[in-house]
């Protein structure tokens, strides 16, 4: 009989200090989570926090990165030490974020545990991340990472229980004391999922004929589902599935699919003329870029294209209930839900927000700027259900992505719209810059920015229209007389030093010049902002880290 322990430890508490309470997880260099007792310490603090955790059932798995394995063989003798009755998780160990919000739901599991830090780079000399997910299938609440936050700050012993590292290499059923430990392949239930939402025989006449594409899942966690689904299910070319196989370093890749981190394959498509179509997803498969011959989509655009053309899947062709969108994404989808005669919700950034008003029927589909899109089929942005999205619409429409948003601009007007990052500031010189900038908004009311005047400028606060709770400080918005936008925000999900965000927005009516480049659309804006949040000057940086 193994029975389970009390391994006392002393870490240092002040390593929990800096992690910002409401992320849903953990996310530091994978060197801090190697130090003694590190991963170990958050996780007791979750199975002391998580409602349902003696005879519930857990999710666990993760996007691949160096790290995935060993932190399974921790967690799963953990999770027994906890009285959890079963865990599911996959084969290598490999899952990603939004299969895991499936298994969740499907199996009515207290929460998941995802090994993913995301975006962020992975290897020794990367980063390593623990995020929670609800009942729901969705991110943890503020509430409950509050709460797990303030339990990591008076512990000073966790349990567990010695055993047998469970391997992972195929399907199998094992026991670590009474608790069961299911293995099983992960990409199945999601595969059928997706097969319950999209129409795969109209989607595979137009990728099997001579529609050449190219998927890049930049090493990470949705290569072995995209394989399955665009090669072997949806009969695409062997070789349309790039960097399909998940490394430990992602090859030395930064998995973000933006224009600088997926520059090979956004070269493909902007500079050259063989493919019709490219897309990318990050490391845990839960963002997505989206790209034509000589066009990318920008997130925001996006989401209002699928909006605009959700009758094209079956699963949303009976209408939708309603769309929401991050603070910082731009206005495009707002003019959509305003022409369908729908309501769309402002949320703060981060999928959390989205959760209470999916799981109210409030909204259908929702998105964020930073490529995440997703639905009510699960409580995650999903970048493979994008791909799909897109694909569906493609093929029902028989046009190309560039003249699918000439035809979208053409109609709602367009929303130029870019965002600049400042990456690795000093953390000092981004909260100084910040707070001068909050402090300085009521007196800026009235006054000219850029070829515009301010007429409103605040720390955007978001009340929950579900459960009325209030979340301040989400963002500083400077919104101008003629409906442009500048946001300025400091990202939640850096691990080195600082990243100041800087979201730019001007609108367009369909009688406008609907063909500019958005750095020259926006370039009042741009200057404007650098002087009157003196970031060049402050940040001594010439140009922003990744422009989007
Ligand atoms: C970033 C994005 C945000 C996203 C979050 C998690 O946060 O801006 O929109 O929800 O990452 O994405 P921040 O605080 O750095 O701006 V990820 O793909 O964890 O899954
Ligand atoms: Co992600």
Redesign the pocket.
């Known amino acids: 009989m193994i029975s389970s322990e009390h391994i006392p430890f002393n870490i240092p508490f002040s390593s929990f200090t800096d992690q910002k309470p409401g992320t849903s997880g953990l996310r530091k260099s994978t060197k801090q989570f190697q130090q003694t007792h590190y991963l170990e310490s958050f996780i007791e603090a979750i199975f002391r926090t998580l409602p349902g955790v003696d005879g519930g059932v857990l999710v666990l798995g993760g996007d691949g990165r160096y790290g995935n394995r060993s932190a399974i063989d921790v967690i799963l003798p953990m999770a027994a030490a906890h009285g959890i009755k079963k865990v599911i998780t996959t084969v290598d160990g490999i899952l990603s ?1 939004p299969a895991a919000s499936n298994l969740i739901r499907l199996n009515k599991a207290v929460g998941g545990i995802i090994l993913s830090a ?2 962020n780079s992975g290897g020794i000399e990367g980063d390593f991340g623990v995020k929670l997910n609800g009942a729901n299938g969705g991110p943890a609440s503020e509430s409950l990472t509050n709460e797990i936050f303030i339990c990591t700050q008076t512990l000073n012993e966790y349990k567990s229980i010695s055993c047998t590292s469970i391997p992972l290499d195929s399907p199998g059923v094992y026991k670590i004391s009474s608790m069961i430990v299911e293995v099983i392949d992960g990409i199945e239930d999601y595969i059928l999922l997706m097969q319950n939402l999209f129409d795969f025989d109209q989607i595979s006449s137009l990728i099997s004929n001579d529609f050449p594409f190219a998927f890049d899942a930049l090493n990470a966690v949705t290569g072995p589902y995209a394989n399955r689904l665009f090669e072997n299910l949806l009969g695409a070319p062997q070789g349309t599935v790039r960097k399909g196989i998940p490394l430990e370093d992602f090859g030395g890749c930064h998995p973000d699919p933006n224009l600088t981190y997926a520059k090979d394959l956004a070269d493909l498509l902007l500079k050259g003329n063989q493919l019709m179509f490219g897309a990318a997803c ?1 490391g ?1 498969g ?2 997505n870029m989206i790209l034509g011959q000589g066009c990318f989509v920008n997130p925001s655009d996006s989401l209002a294209v699928l909006t605009s053309n959700a009758n094209c899947v079956p699963a949303y062709c009976d209408g939708l209930f309603g769309v929401a969108r ?1 603070m910082p994404t731009s206005a495009a989808v707002d003019v959509v839900a305003k022409d369908l005669g729908i309501n769309c919700y402002e949320t703060p ?3 959390k927000f989205f959760g209470n008003l999916l799981d109210a029927q409030k909204i259908t589909i929702c998105g ?1 700027e ?1 490529f ?1 899109t997703g639905s009510n089929h699960v409580r995650e942005k999903d970048g493979i259900w994008a791909v799909l999205f897109w694909l569906q619409i493609l093929a029902n429409k028989k046009c190309s992505v560039l003249d699918l948003m000439k035809e979208h601009w053409a109609f709602y007007g367009r929303h130029y719209y870019s965002r600049h990052d400042y990456e690795s500031i000093d953390s000092e010189t981004a909260h100084s810059l910040y707070e001068r900038l909050e402090a300085l908004l009521p007196s800026s009311i009235g006054q000219h920015f850029g070829n515009s005047i301010i007429n409103h400028a605040d720390n955007f606060n978001y009340k929950d229209p579900i459960d009325n709770s209030n979340t301040a400080g989400q963002g500083l918005r400077i919104l101008l007389e003629d409906n442009s936008r500048v946001i300025v ?1 400091l ?4 691990t080195k030093g600082a ?1 100041l ?1 800087i979201y730019l927005e001007k609108y367009v009516n369909p009688k406008g010049n609907l063909t500019q480049n958005p750095q020259v659309a926006l370039a009042d804006l741009i200057s404007s902002i650098d002087s009157f949040a003196e970031i060049k000057l402050r940040t001594q940086m010439s140009h922003p880290t990744v422009i989007t």
Do not use: K, V
């Not at 990202?491 to 850096?494: C, V």
């Open positions: 974020t995301s975006h990050d845990d839960d963002r991050s950034t981060g999928w964020e930073s995440g925000r990202s939640g999900t850096g990243t965000r």
